[in-house]
């Protein structure tokens, strides 16, 4: 998150733990058997109409439950705190539908009230890895999606503009000129440059088309009298800029271009 330039203001960590949650149903007498639907649900919080969601956790027994702060959260706080992160607070209500956690959970979450969606969370589980054959072994995980994030930056006009990898896309005109395509990209890329080759069948306008809407920045057309002659056009797909180059010089023209 501050990869992403967000200050410890603008989102929170909730963590809870799962041992916690599962002494407070044992102190219920709440069966094994139906620790399952309690998580699954308890996890719907927020997700379906408050007053269904009340209803259906009292019919389970596990309403108004009585959950306190574990040793490893607080243990969690405190290393966290040591090392400069503060926006960390527990939430007997935080849970996570899964089935393997087994001690402390955690959820991120935006603090603007247009976004209210966990960004990403995890936690720990001791028993995951025997599951598929290997010793047990207590580890920690997490899972984060590429929407949640990007909804969080846009909040806070922090996207970053979009800039391909790519340099460079080779089109060949025709059919024919698909191997004089190639084989000028892979002369390129050895000049470490990062090139797209384009030799299917469409019209080069429709593979110009294609570029700029990747992002691409350059493009060189490849045709009978570019693989005989060895002489290119570099066309800048932002200024329209046309360039000659040969072999040499198209990763110079390129590199000075390229934003």
Known sequence: MRTFKLTEKQFIIKINSRQAIRDALMQRKIPANKE???????????????????????????????IEESDDCKIVRETLAKRGIHNVIFD?????????????????????????????????????????????????????????????????????????????????????NAEGAVSLAES?????LNVAVDTTERKVKDKIKSASKLGILHLVCIGDDEEKTHSYTVKNLKTGEETVANDDTVRNIIFSQHE
Do not use: W
């Open 188 to 192: 390129l890329r050895q000049r470490d």
């Open 92 to 176: 007997a209500s935080l849970e996570r539908g899964f089935d393997y956690y087994t001690g402390m959970i955690f959820e991120v979450f935006d603090t603007d009230e247009k976004n209210s969606r966990s960004v990403f969370g995890g936690g720990r589980y001791d028993n995951l890895m025997s599951l598929f054959g290997a010793e047990p072994l207590p580890a920690v995980g997490f899972g984060m999606g590429n929407v949640t994030i990007k909804n969080t930056l846009e909040t806070y006009n922090l996207l970053p503009a979009y800039q391909p990898a790519c340099h460079l896309l080779i089109a060949s005109i025709a059919p024919e």
């Open 36 to 66: 399952k639907e309690v998580h699954s649900l308890r996890d719907k919080r927020g997700k379906i109409p408050e007053q269904e969601f009340d209803a259906l956790l009292h019919e389970l027994g596990a309403d108004n439950l009585q």
